[in-house]
């Protein structure tokens, strides 16, 4: 069962436009929701993360927008860039859990 | 070291034989987990170690799957009489420390691809 859903499967945006990924979640005891990007090769890594207490989270051209009642929040990438092609994760986790449970990933290319 | 340390990095196996996958999580840290990712499936948690004691072997697929910790550190996910399913990257992650929200940022490793002939 998967706890966090995450879409699009794959998203092709061009340089300069605005890429969003969208995760919904049913638990109402999560309350971490990071992202995480991974490049081919690698492990995936810590990008930026919220707590429910605030609807939205800036970090340079990294945006998460979060809605509490909708159990949704999204990643908006602004101005996206080549270097930005990456498979995104989003995850979430409760209080005293000790894993983080992630989302199926999007696989995001940024065409020059 | 610097970063959290995984071999080998690829594996290719015949079906049936036993795996094993090392790492090496970064000095210091408390919690080890290990991950599988499939394609298409996203991050499946499969076993998560506090210091050497593993409170949740949950995600742990089968019991032809085992790992262990020594010394606080290095983690070996063993994987016997491999089945082609098997085949998948196996990422293992380490913290600080564990347990409650925003304070656990995992730091991955590159991975282990294994591939079951």
């Known amino acids: 069962q998967q706890q966090v859903k995450q879409s699009p499967q794959s998203l092709i945006v061009q340089k300069g436009g605005i890429s969003i990924i969208n995760c919904a979640y049913e638990?109402?005891?999560?309350?971490?929701f990071p992202w995480y990007q991974q490049f081919p090769g690698k492990g995936p890594a810590l990008l930026i993360a919220?707590?429910?207490?605030?609807s939205e989270k800036k970090e340079g051209r990294f945006t998460i927008s979060f809605n509490k009642s909708a159990k949704q929040f999204s990643l908006h990438i602004m101005d996206s860039q080549p270097g930005d092609s990456a498979t995104y994760f989003c995850?979430?986790?409760?209080?005293?859990?000790?894993?983080?449970?992630f989302g199926t990933g999007t696989r995001l290319t940024v065409i020059p | 070291g610097a970063g959290v340390s995984q071999s080998p990095s690829n594996k290719v196996t015949e079906k049936g034989k036993d795996v094993e996958l090392r790492c090496d999580p970064i000095s210091g840290h408390t919690a080890l987990y290990w991950y599988r990712q499939s394609l298409g499936q996203g991050l499946e948690f499969l076993i998560y170690?506090?210091?050497?004691?593993?409170?949740?072997k949950s995600g742990l697929p089968s019991d032809r799957f085992s790992a262990e910790r020594t010394g606080g550190s290095v983690s070996t996910l063993t994987i016997q009489r491999t089945q082609q399913e098997d085949s998948a990257v196996y990422l293992c992650?380490?913290?600080?420390?564990?347990?409650?929200?925003?304070?656990?940022?995992?730091?991955f490793g590159a991975g282990s691809r294994l591939t079951v002939l």
């Open positions: 995850a979430a986790t409760p209080t005293g859990a000790n894993n983080l449970f």
């Open positions: 638990n109402t005891a999560f309350d971490y």
């Open positions: 992650a380490s913290s600080r420390d564990s347990g409650g929200s925003g304070a656990n940022v995992l730091t």
């Open positions: 170690f506090q210091g050497n004691s593993a409170p949740d």
């Open positions: 919220i707590r429910p207490d605030v």
